[in-house]
């Protein structure tokens, strides 16, 4: 049964368990909790005045016990640096991050996986890598990436210089020859220039290269311009009624908040949301291929929500559209049990037990759907720097 199939199955199952009540509408509106039980949703009218509230004073979220409550909030603005080193990394780093010459190719630059008006991502599902070939996971957005703790769904980069450092080095993605780079940068006059600008006097070298594109890529950080940021600006009418039923059902029935919580609306940390494939053709152990704990076994970084109606497909593997995900997660996501071959494996994978079938009627799919729509912010244009160039010294 392919996942696509299975996602219907699983969204059908969980449609089906649901039990449907009519509630009034200015009133309270009936709904189920997490085991199927008929609870009541506050009013519109009572939403509102509940949400006008500092979020710190918001109704109690549904969290998990040993789950920390890290309330969602404003992305933190970065503070004016009048430092002119940093001002020319940032410049430099804007050039390299275009710069198709870095690759093996050269022809593949950073942007081409991380587009601004794709939300710093490339809309596919998985990424297209060196010779044009399909890469195995999806690009992770790149918006407020500097706030990160780790990199790449695997967390295996502790740092974005590392990062910069493993994709120019990949042979499946940039394929980059270290020392042919040194070599076309250094025979520059334009980017000689920018990195005696921006690290002083002494000679190019790949941990300034990664410094220079880890600057530039701190400045893609959020812009405030989302429904979801006027309305915690305290512009209470910014989102629409369907949006702030979702806002308190991401908080509480939903049970979101377990796993997407603080202002990047990711806890940074890594789950196993049943999407192993686990001895199938699209298998990825995740976190387990770098630390090898059988523990982390199909455990990957929780993304952050942020800007996500720009950066769909959604999932490590870019299998599904926003609906999608919304069903696999209603229903409690895949627990594909063992095969006869499979009793003993040490290494099969455990799904988080945050996921739980969450029997969110129709309705209420849709209202979730509203809320993160409402995180989506303008789209950005960026227009790549002209080429600097090479062999003029």
Same mark, same amino acid.
């Given at each position: 049964?392919?996942?696509?199939?299975?996602?219907?199955?699983? @969204?059908?199952?969980?449609?089906?368990?649901?039990?449907?009540?009519?509630?009034?509408?200015?009133?309270?509106?009936?709904?189920?909790?997490?085991?199927?039980?008929?609870?009541?949703?506050?009013?519109?009218?009572? /939403?509102?005045?509940?949400?006008?509230? +500092?979020? !710190?004073?918001?109704?109690?979220?549904?969290?998990?016990?040993?789950?920390?409550?890290?309330?969602? =909030?404003?992305?933190?603005?970065?503070?004016?640096?009048?430092?002119?080193?940093?001002? @020319?990394?940032?410049?430099?780093?804007?050039?390299?991050?275009?710069?198709?010459?870095?690759?093996?190719?050269?022809?593949?630059?950073?942007?081409?996986?991380?587009?601004?008006?794709? =939300?710093?991502?490339?809309?596919?599902?998985?990424?297209?890598?060196?010779?044009?070939?399909?890469?195995?996971?999806?690009?992770?957005?790149?918006?407020?990436?500097?706030?990160?703790?780790?990199?790449?769904?695997?967390?295996?980069?502790?740092?974005?210089?590392?990062?910069?450092?493993?994709?120019?080095?990949?042979?499946?993605?940039?394929?980059?020859?270290?020392?042919?780079?040194?070599?076309?940068?250094?025979?520059?006059?334009?980017?000689?220039?920018?990195?005696?600008?921006?690290?002083?006097?002494?000679?190019? !070298?790949?941990?300034?290269?990664?410094?220079?594109?880890?600057?530039?890529?701190?400045?893609?950080?959020?812009?405030?311009?989302?429904?979801?940021?006027?309305?915690?600006?305290?512009?209470?009418?910014?989102?629409?009624?369907?949006?702030?039923?979702?806002?308190?059902?991401?908080?509480?029935?939903?049970?979101?908040?377990?796993?997407?919580?603080?202002? /990047?609306?990711?806890?940074?940390?890594?789950?196993?949301?049943?999407?192993?494939?686990?001895?199938?053709?699209?298998?990825?152990?995740?976190?387990?291929?770098?630390?090898?704990?059988?523990?982390?076994?199909?455990?990957?970084?929780?993304?952050?929500?942020?800007?996500?109606?720009?950066?769909?497909?959604?999932?490590?593997?870019?299998?599904?559209? /926003?609906?999608?995900?919304?069903?696999?997660?209603?229903?409690?996501?895949?627990?594909?049990?063992?095969?006869?071959?499979?009793?003993?494996?040490?290494?099969?994978?455990?799904?988080?037990?945050?996921?739980?079938?969450?029997?969110?009627?129709?309705?209420?799919?849709? +209202?979730?759907? !509203?809320?993160?729509?409402?995180?989506?912010?303008?789209?950005?244009?960026?227009?790549?720097?002209?080429?600097?160039? !090479?062999?003029?010294?």
């Amino acid at each position: 049964m392919s996942w696509r199939v299975c996602a219907m199955f699983l @969204a059908s199952a969980a449609s089906s368990a649901c039990t449907t009540q009519e509630g009034s509408v200015s009133s309270t509106a009936a709904t189920t909790n997490a085991v199927g039980q008929a609870v009541a949703l506050p009013a519109i009218d009572e /939403l509102r005045r509940l949400y006008a509230r +500092d979020p !710190a004073a918001w109704p109690a979220p549904g969290l998990d016990d040993g789950v920390v409550h890290r309330e969602l =909030g404003l992305v933190p603005r970065p503070l004016r640096d009048e430092d002119p080193r940093l001002a @020319a990394r940032i410049e430099l780093g804007e050039h390299l991050y275009f710069d198709g010459r870095l690759s093996g190719s050269g022809q593949m630059s950073c942007a081409s996986c991380h587009d601004a008006e794709l =939300g710093f991502a490339d809309g596919r599902a998985t990424s297209l890598g060196k010779d044009a070939k399909p890469l195995k996971r999806n690009a992770p957005a790149l918006l407020n990436t500097g706030l990160r703790q780790s990199w790449f769904w695997d967390g295996r980069a502790a740092s974005l210089e590392d990062q910069a450092l493993a994709v120019l080095a990949n042979p499946a993605e940039m394929d980059a020859d270290f020392e042919a780079v040194v070599a076309f940068l250094s025979s520059s006059r334009g980017y000689s220039e920018r990195f005696e600008a921006a690290f002083g006097p002494g000679p190019i !070298a790949m941990d300034k290269v990664a410094a220079s594109i880890a600057a530039y890529e701190r400045t893609f950080v959020s812009d405030g311009s989302s429904a979801f940021d006027d309305f915690l600006e305290g512009d209470h009418e910014a989102l629409s009624d369907s949006e702030l039923r979702g806002l308190h059902l991401f908080r509480t029935k939903a049970r979101c908040l377990n796993c997407h919580n603080g202002p /990047l609306l990711s806890d940074e940390q890594f789950h196993n949301a049943g999407l192993t494939y686990y001895g199938r053709e699209l298998q990825d152990l995740g976190r387990y291929e770098q630390t090898k704990d059988p523990a982390d076994v199909g455990r990957f970084r929780t993304p952050s929500l942020r800007n996500i109606g720009r950066t769909a497909p959604y999932m490590h593997n870019g299998q599904f559209d /926003l609906d999608g995900v919304l069903n696999m997660y209603n229903a409690g996501m895949p627990r594909p049990p063992r095969r006869a071959d499979q009793q003993d494996d040490p290494l099969f994978p455990t799904k988080s037990p945050h996921l739980q079938r969450l029997f969110l009627e129709d309705e209420e799919k849709a +209202d979730v759907k !509203a809320f993160l729509s409402s995180l989506t912010e303008r789209r950005r244009r960026v227009k790549p720097p002209a080429p600097l160039a !090479a062999g003029d010294l």
